[in-house]
């Protein structure tokens, strides 16, 4: 019986432990302002911006796929 009774404990200290984690990160977003909010948002959609979008793949690309996922389903078999 007593290692259950370990188990519950432990079980029992996970609980707290996140529900302390969840409290600590719902006082941090309460803290901040809707300008705040705002900036960050306007950071990250910068950073994405910035990001140049992959070149699509050429044709002789596709078709080194094609084969290379087709001799991958044979040699399964």
Do not use: F, S
């Not at 519950?8 to 302390?20: E, H």
């Amino acid at each position: 019986m007593r290692p259950w009774k370990l188990l519950g404990l432990a079980g029992l200290a996970g609980v707290a432990a996140t529900g302390a984690v969840l409290a600590r990160d719902e006082r941090q977003r309460r803290a901040l302002t809707p300008d705040d909010v705002r900036a960050r948002l306007h950071e990250r959609h910068a950073a994405l911006a910035a990001v140049p979008e992959p070149a699509p793949p050429t044709p002789a690309e596709l078709r080194a796929g094609r084969t290379h996922r087709v001799a991958r389903l044979l040699r399964r078999r």
